[in-house]
């Protein structure tokens, strides 16, 4: 089992003297609060997806040994890492995924009946808005704040007013809000949070965080050209390097 990349991080931090780890807490609370402006912070720990500890089954123990459905590689990282009790964070940042691709892994391994569905409606309606599956309206309804007719209704205002006003279009998180459904401040965090989710994040072997875009920034858009290619080649060895340290810190810790 590859020593836990957070752990090594927190460690560093949990070793610190109090005094020290009471600014660190500080330092990262006010940074939370200036990211998203009157969100709530301090959601309760059974509702922080990363946090969740996904559950294998027995078919999916069945499926990690014998490799009946020659599934994608990173499935059975996915069952080996839940099988060792690792928490979502833990099995994203180990792997180097973004936790939209870690999301997708075990929305499969779910609907595979693979590893349980959790039974907190965040955590679940969590895993597929953040991989993709489902979408805003979806979402909100999984957390039983609207149900299908509300959905309709708000999916029909959405279409009515955009037909109407094609210059000044509403988001359907838009008109939830408008409506009494949910508050701006939750609305804010879900969609920062996916948007978040597609960085992947690297604890470099410097002990220095990296959080990087799985795609370079601000590429034209009309295929490639010289100054696309040397941009992801430059971010592709970027990428290369940091794996590298990792690996090396990874195995002094083994030894």
Same mark, same amino acid.
């Given at each position: ?48 997806? &990363? ?5 294998? #089954? ?39 995924? #973004? ?18 569905? *959790?039974? +907190? &409606? ?30 309709? +209704?708000?999916?029909?205002? @959405? ?18 809000? +408008? ?34 875009? *799985? #795609?370079?920034?601000?590429? &034209?858009?009309?295929? *490639? ?27 002094? @810790?083994?030894?």
């Amino acid at each position: 089992m590859s020593y836990n990349n957070l752990q090594i991080l927190m460690e560093r931090i949990l070793n610190a003297p109090l005094w020290v780890q009471e600014v660190v807490y500080l330092d990262i609370k006010r940074h939370l609060e200036e990211v998203l402006p009157n969100a709530s912070v301090g959601a309760k720990e059974s509702e922080v997806y &990363p946090a969740h500890y996904p559950e294998i #089954t027995f078919k999916g123990k069945k499926e990690l040994e014998t490799h009946e459905n020659g599934l994608d590689f990173n499935i059975y990282k996915y069952l080996k890492s839940a099988l060792d009790k690792q928490r979502v964070i833990d099995i994203t940042l180990n792997n180097f995924w #973004t936790l939209e691709e870690s999301s997708k892994y075990l929305s499969e391994c779910i609907k595979r009946e693979f590893i349980k569905e *959790p039974s +907190d &409606p965040v955590v679940s309606a969590s895993i597929y808005y953040l991989s993709g599956e489902i979408r805003l309206g979806e979402y909100v309804k999984r957390l039983n704040k609207i149900d299908v007719k509300e959905l309709d +209704d708000i999916l029909r205002k @959405q279409k009515q007013h955009n037909e109407k006003n094609p210059e000044s279009k509403l988001k359907i998180g838009e008109i939830m809000v +408008d409506m009494g459904f949910v508050a701006n401040k939750d609305i804010d965090k879900i969609i920062h949070t996916k948007s978040e989710a597609k960085k992947r994040y690297i604890l470099t072997g410097d002990n220095k965080p990296a959080a990087m875009s *799985p #795609t370079a920034p601000n590429l &034209p858009q009309n295929g *490639p050209n010289d100054e696309v290619v040397k941009r992801l080649m430059m971010e592709n060895k970027l990428l290369k390097d940091k794996l590298r340290a990792v690996f090396n810190i990874q195995n002094k @810790q083994q030894k």
